[in-house]
């Protein structure tokens, strides 16, 4: 049998206010998620009633196996403000920070940001004559990073495992050299877009992105040493 559970939450705390012209809006949260994974098992012989699927009926305990215990948590702290003005000019700015349980003390936490900037041009008095074929008009413009942690669970660890056999003689080898230094890999993305619609029934999206990654996580072979 196995056991398997996962749990989330999230807290999110939300404002907004408009003065005039101005809209603006402030919003603050909180999320967790862990998953855990642990199973086990039993096998008998010696059947006492073929009509019964109870371990209870068998006699002799043939065999018994489990498995380890394995997991993952996240958590998150994020904040969020934007701004608007009339409806033409739209700004945001985003700040997080994520801890891991798949990387080392030192390195389980980082900082991740974001900002962004659109300008609706079909809402300018200058575009009150188009607007009848132009129903999209808009130039955003937005850069910002981002991170991933999508690695083995207890890479970071330097683990060992028994049952080896040397010459006839039990011992023990290592399964994985562990790297306390492993941390997120960050990747900063920006971004200009032009988007335009016509008649609505024909839109345009020309978009122009650079990515660069940061302490990228993937594995590396060992060489072989004698």
């Known amino acids: 049998t196995s056991r398997n559970y996962y749990l989330s939450s999230e807290i999110l705390a939300r404002y907004t206010a408009a003065i005039g012209d101005h809209d603006f809006g402030v919003l603050f949260g909180y ?5 855990r994974t642990w199973g086990w098992g039993v096998s ?5 009633d073929w009509t019964l699927n ?3 009926t068998y006699e002799t305990l043939s065999g018994s196996s489990s498995t380890a215990k394995n997991g993952w948590g996240l958590r ?3 904040g969020r403000v934007n701004y608007a003005y009339k409806n033409r000019y739209l700004f945001e700015a985003n700040l997080r ?6 990387f080392g003390a030192s390195n389980r936490w980082a900082g991740f940001w974001s900002v962004g900037f659109m300008w609706n041009l079909r809402n300018e008095k200058f575009m009150e004559n188009s607007r009848r074929w132009l129903t999209l008009a808009q130039i955003a413009v937005s850069t910002g990073t981002s991170g991933n942690s999508e690695i083995p669970n207890y890479e ?12 006839g003689n039990a011992g023990i080898a290592p399964t994985q050299p562990g790297n306390e230094e492993l941390s997120w890999e ?3 993305t920006t971004n200009v877009a032009l988007h335009l619609g016509f008649w609505n029934r024909l839109n345009l999206d020309v978009e122009l992105y650079n990515k ?7 594995e590396v072979p060992e060489s072989y040493r004698s």
Request: charged letters at 20%; aromatic letters at 14%.
């Open 97 to 102: 920070a994520d801890g891991s349980s798949r």
């Open 76 to 78: 998150s702290y994020f």
């Open 156 to 167: 970071h660890l330097a683990l060992v495992t028994g049952g080896q056999n040397y010459f």
């Open 54 to 56: 109870d371990l209870g």
């Open 44 to 48: 008998k012989q010696g059947a006492t």
């Open 186 to 188: 960050k990747l900063w």
């Open 31 to 35: 999320s967790a998620m862990e998953y």
């Open 212 to 218: 660069k990654t940061t302490d990228m996580l993937m």
